[in-house]
T-cell receptor, first 117, second 116 residues
Framework: AQKITQTQPGMFVQEKEAVTLDCTYD???????LFWYKQPSSGEMIFLIY??????QNATEGRYSLNFQKARKSANLVISASQLGDSAMYFC??????????????FGQGTTLQVKP | EPEVTQTPSHQVTQMGQEVILRCVPI?????FYWYRQILGQKVEFLVS????????KSEIFDDQFSVERPDGSNFTLKIRSTKLEDSAMYFC??????????????FGSGTRLTVV
């Protein structure tokens, strides 16, 4: 079974509009961390935002916010006021914090976002 | 800001040849990782390394792969006899804790391996 599911292979958004990228996860751990990374065409992995499973507030980092719905096991990324430079692949990832945890990240399949001028 | 450095950025190799991908993690980090991303696909965990030994490996990390920390700074991934399907981007990452919050993992820029 997939641990991280991103159901949108590709998304379009008009410049200056907001866009939501979906991510659902599956874990039996009570403690875990959820991450979003951006991968532009140059290939590097750029950290965007983090949400801990015990964090009560949704995480925000500038134009990025994470809509964390723990009961539904979803961690959607919201990008407000999209810019042309936001065009990239976006990955949702999870780290499970069980006792044998080595800190590895499990990634979803990714969503390619294209921002239209 | 400290960086994880990966070399080379791009390597082309003949099928059956051995390759060594190199990484210099952040100096005070203790946990090291290799990930693989076949072009346009998801990023897959290969192996984690702590205290000079492998702490976890995925089913992808079979006998053709090995990792080593030959000195205090380098962290290498060796692929013994490359196959066409090993063509991918390989990312090294490091952290100072296995329960990192936020931007606690630092990824290198990757090595694009092309097997011909």
């Amino acid at each position: 079974a997939q641990k991280i599911t991103q159901t949108q292979p590709g998304m379009f958004v008009q410049e200056k509009e907001a866009v939501t990228l979906d991510c659902t996860y599956d874990t039996s751990d009570q403690s875990y961390g959820l991450f979003w990374y951006k991968q532009p065409s140059s290939g590097e992995m750029i950290f965007l935002i983090y949400q801990g499973s015990y964090d009560e507030q949704n995480a925000t980092e500038g134009r990025y916010s994470l809509n964390f719905q723990k009961a539904r096991k979803s961690a959607n990324l919201v990008i407000s006021a999209s810019q042309l430079g936001d065009s990239a692949m976006y990955f949702c990832a999870m780290r499970e914090d069980h006792s044998s945890n080595t800190g590895k990240l499990i990634f979803g399949q990714g969503t390619t976002l294209q921002v239209k001028p | 800001e400290p960086e994880v450095t990966q070399t080379p950025s791009h390597q082309v190799t003949q099928m059956g040849q051995e390759v060594i991908l190199r990484c210099v993690p952040i100096s005070n980090h203790l946990y090291f990782y290799w990930y693989r991303q076949i072009l346009g696909q998801k990023v897959e965990f290969l192996v984690s390394f702590y205290n000079n030994e492998i702490s976890e490996k995925s089913e992808i990390f079979d006998d053709q792969f090995s990792v080593e920390r030959p000195d205090g700074s380098n962290f290498t991934l060796k692929i013994r006899s490359t196959k066409l399907e090993d063509s991918a981007m390989y990312f090294c990452a490091s952290s100072d804790s296995p329960q990192q919050r936020g931007n606690g993992y630092t990824f290198g820029s990757g090595t694009r391996l092309t097997v011909v």
